[in-house]
């Protein structure tokens, strides 16, 4: 999608555009019958003045899939209350998004303009309107750049960072009502894959409805009565508060997405009714969604597998790991559904990550010779954990990117990832790590015994299964692990301040990137990749916070990736990709154990259009949200 010449561009938008069923005549919108009551009392508009002037038109022959009957209330659960916020993930409404084959294509906007990376035209639908009835246009951009993103009440830091190239912003332009002009001076080829997001940066604001909250719009009485109510400091802490287009816990807040939330407050089961005002329609004129009510219920973790194997459930797949399986599979019966085993995108089933940042100066020091961390890496039997948690149907390997990315090389996958303690115990040795105590442990330098603590979110019983194994093992080579469950929030916060000696978790979450995707997330930019958080501390608050990357391969792995991001051609951008996996194969930030594990996805048998082979994934993919649950449908 990305081409640097203006023809290879042209023609590559002329085919993302010819792929839209939106060029065909629109065929003539039919009413369906779950806001027909709504309708005939006058209190919504029909349907032909609720949608876009030109709706995106899905052509459901063309993908394979059935034209569905509207109506019905589909279940589904999560484990925590800030898990509503799944329904802006599934529901998969972004300006531009991924299709089946991860191209990026039109969705929200009807087409876009890519100029050399530098220069990017939105053209937005005419007629589309938020949930609310309210107009979606250039004003609801120009709002959030203006008035949000460049407030410094509402926005302390400034605009997101993929917005920020060579230190620069863009110059955002709105020449008329459907048109946004963002341009750069520098290419930015990160711009539309973020948009693409599975937690998009919503580069808009519902401004007609937060305008009433900003001291600039606002009657200042009203305002400040307003922030009185609502028991908060200020006005940019109420505007904040109620700018949650992603948390999608607002339920007055509008939106775009095919269900908009009917619940307010906490509850254990929330509803999402389907929005009147959604953009898309199939080719028979049948406004989508198909189902008129998702409604998402709040279980506690291990009861998941236990409720959709009773058939409390018409979709799962968040909170089901494969050791479910079986059990979901003896359900079926009673339960009536089907259980599906989709492959995995992320890039590591299971991880282990070294905190190359640790607080304790002696313990850094070891975790950060790689002869260490390659030891650890041989020291684990993968074969026999992919035998007994994943019945050989995972890929054991090193963490590195899946075979559907075009950046797979089978020596990366193989690094250091054979099962092989003669050579581990010699690098340990090699490492000047050759004293053990009396039961064979080996010791640090300072004596103490190489106890390596490994902290887990205690979410998966398969990663405390595995890391059993890995005990066993890891004693063969004088190390003692000592595992310790916690929440996930706290493992996390604890990672981040530099307390956790090792973590585990899962691996990149994007295991197939494609040409267009930015590498960014092998780079230190980011705390969340735990090997080192202080690191990308150090980038994301300008140095404000955090240690500056001081190893020299991680400075690499920073010039790269901004050699990608300045690259000119895709051939750069694949040396800059290839060059970083390379580095990542060597140096074991995070040493893989496995990818490729099936994700149990448990379907109700009257659901239809739901793909029985698929692939499940956060990035890119949302999960459920690239197969378009608004296509989803109950066959009865």
């Given amino acids: 999608m990305f081409k640097t010449t203006r023809p290879l561009l042209l023609a590559a938008a002329f085919s993302a555009l010819c792929s839209l069923p939106t060029l065909a005549a629109t065929p003539t919108p039919v009413e369906g019958p779950f806001w027909q009551s709504e309708v005939s009392a006058g209190n919504l508009p029909p349907i032909e003045e609720r949608l876009p002037a030109e709706p995106l038109v899905v052509d459901l022959a063309a993908k394979g899939r059935e034209f569905g009957t509207p109506g019905g209330t589909l279940r589904t659960m999560v484990t925590r209350s800030k898990d509503i916020r799944q329904m802006v993930v599934y529901g998969y409404a972004r300006l531009v998004g991924f299709d089946q084959n991860y191209e990026i294509v039109p969705d929200l906007l009807a087409s876009f303009e890519n100029e050399g990376n530098r220069k990017f035209t939105l053209r ?134 095919p269900w908009l939330n009917a619940s307010s407050g906490k509850k254990i089961r929330h509803n999402f009714v389907r929005n009147p005002y959604y953009h898309r329609i199939d080719s028979k004129g049948m406004q989508l969604p198909y189902i008129d009510v998702v409604e998402m219920e709040i279980v506690a973790p291990g009861l998941v597998a236990a409720k959709t194997n009773a058939g409390e459930t018409d979709l799962q797949g968040r909170g089901l790991a494969f050791r479910d399986a079986s059990i979901l599979k003896k359900g079926e019966t009673g339960g009536d559904y089907k259980t599906l085993l989709w492959k995995t995108g992320v890039a590591s089933q299971i991880a282990i990550y070294p905190n190359l940042n640790f607080a304790d100066d002696a313990w850094r020091e070891v975790l950060r010779d790689v002869r260490v961390r390659r030891a650890l890496s041989l020291a684990i039997d993968r074969k026999t954990i992919n035998q007994a948690l994943y019945f050989k149907l995972a890929q054991p390997g090193a963490m590195s990117v899946l075979p559907a990315s075009p950046f797979y090389d089978e020596e990366n996958a193989k690094a250091w990832a054979q099962y092989d303690i003669e050579q581990a115990n010699a690098l340990l040795d090699e490492a000047g790590l050759t004293e053990r105590d009396k039961n064979g442990i080996r010791l640090l330098p300072d004596g103490r015994p190489m106890e390596l603590i490994i902290e887990t979110a205690g979410e998966r019983q398969e990663v405390e299964n595995a890391l059993q194994i890995v005990t066993d093992t890891w004693r063969e080579i004088g190390v003692d692990l000592v595992m310790r469950p916690l929440d996930r929030d706290i493992l996390r916060n604890r990672v981040f301040a530099g307390n956790t000696m090792a973590s585990v978790w899962f691996g990149w979450d994007d295991g197939i990137p494609q040409l267009h995707t930015s590498p960014a997330y092998l780079a230190p930019t980011d705390q969340v990749f735990l090997a080192w958080p202080k690191w990308g501390q150090y980038y994301q608050t300008g140095g404000e916070a955090g240690e500056p990357p001081d190893m020299p391969e991680a400075q690499r792995l920073m010039e790269l990736a901004h050699d990608w991001q300045i690259a000119k051609t895709d051939d750069d951008r694949q040396t800059a990709w290839n060059e970083m996996l390379k580095i990542h194969a060597d140096q074991l930030y995070a040493i893989g154990i496995l990818n490729g594990a099936p994700q149990p996805i448990v379907v109700s048998n009257r659901l239809r259009n739901v793909p029985e082979q698929a692939m499940w994934a956060w990035e890119p993919g949302a999960h459920f949200g690239i197969h378009r649950p608004d296509e989803f449908f109950f066959a009865d």
């Fill in 124 to 257: 937005l639908r005419e007629g589309h309107k938020w949930s609310d009835g309210s107009p979606f246009t250039s004003e609801d951009f120009r709002y959030w750049w203006e008035d949000v993103a460049n407030n410094e009440l509402l926005s302390p830091s400034g605009p997101p960072d993929f917005l920020i190239v060579e230190g620069k912003p863009p110059t955002v332009s709105f020449p008329d009502e459907t048109t946004v002009v963002y341009e750069w001076d520098d290419p930015n080829p990160d711009f539309l894959q973020s948009l693409a997001q599975a937690r998009p940066p919503f580069i808009y604001r519902p401004s007609e409805f937060l305008k009433q909250y900003h001291e600039k719009f606002a009657d200042a009485d009203e305002l400040a009565f307003q922030v009185e109510d609502a028991r908060v400091k200020s006005w940019a802490a109420l505007h904040n508060k109620l700018d949650n287009l992603y948390k999608f816990d607002n339920h007055q807040l509008p939106t775009l997405q």
